[in-house]
């Protein structure tokens, strides 16, 4: 786990502290707006819908991920994976007419090669065993199904340690966050061909207009520089081989 994190990281101490803050979860991301709801709209931009696909949100926390999925593609079959007690209760009270399944991240419920898409969104650092987690999902995936997925980089436990200090939002419990270098040989090694890298949210704090069209300006130029690594939110883009 993090060296800026006491205690143990299990799967309990995870769903422990999740269920801890779902109450307050909404309400402290709304308060980062632009940059918390960028891995929504920068996750639209390579899932690749069409009408009819079965898509797995893992770890769906409150919902907020399927009224983008919807928005992007009203025609899909979606269902949400969250081992939150507390966080898929707001999930089904704010998205009753969407499916929600509780479960852990490595022991998904749901049959072989039955999903067209899975979408992920900074989950692998909160799973104890990483390559559990990917098999898992490489499993649930079809033939040439896509995976979308977002993480932290590594560098960016200073700025957790620092925001967890100031409590100033909920906090990221029990981690571990990977180097991308890191995170693309488990891809490889769990089947997964990586069709795209890219680092996103170089400026993750400041006036709106330098946090959303000043990182696009950045994040247009950088990537494939050292400097695409600085970016608080690491997105893979991966396919499973036929």
Excluded at 64 to 91: D, H, K, V
Excluded at 95 to 116: C, H, I, K, V
Aim: aromatic letters at 12%; hydrophobic letters at 40%.
């Amino acid at each position: 786990m993090s060296i800026f994190q006491r205690g143990e990281f299990t799967i309990e101490s995870v769903r422990a502290h999740w269920n801890k803050v779902a109450m307050v979860y909404d309400g402290w991301n709304k308060a980062y707006d632009t940059t918390h709801f960028q891995r929504f709209v920068e996750a639209m931009k390579h899932i690749q819908l069409a009408s009819g696909m079965r898509v797995l949100d893992v770890w769906s926390r409150t919902g907020n991920a399927s009224r983008y999925l919807f928005e992007t593609c009203p025609e899909i079959e979606y269902t949400g994976l969250e081992p939150s007690e507390e966080m898929i209760r707001l999930a089904r009270q704010k998205y009753p007419q969407r499916s929600f399944a509780e479960g852990w991240m490595t022991a998904l419920p749901f049959p072989s090669a039955y999903f067209d898409r899975v979408i992920s969104l900074e989950t692998l650092e909160h799973v104890p065993i990483p390559a559990q987690f990917l098999l898992e999902i490489r499993r649930v995936i079809k033939p040439g199904g896509r995976l979308v997925m977002s993480l932290p980089p590594a560098y960016a436990e200073w700025m957790t340690a620092l925001v967890d200090g100031l409590k100033v939002n909920h906090g990221e419990g029990p981690h571990r966050f990977l180097p991308s270098g890191e995170v693309k040989q488990l891809l490889r090694q769990c089947g997964f061909r990586l069709l795209l890298h890219r680092g996103t949210v170089l400026i993750p704090a400041g006036p709106t207009f330098l946090r959303g069209k000043g990182n696009q300006w950045l994040e247009s130029h950088v990537q494939g520089t050292f400097l695409a690594e600085m970016g608080i939110r690491q997105f893979y883009v991966c396919e499973v081989a036929s």
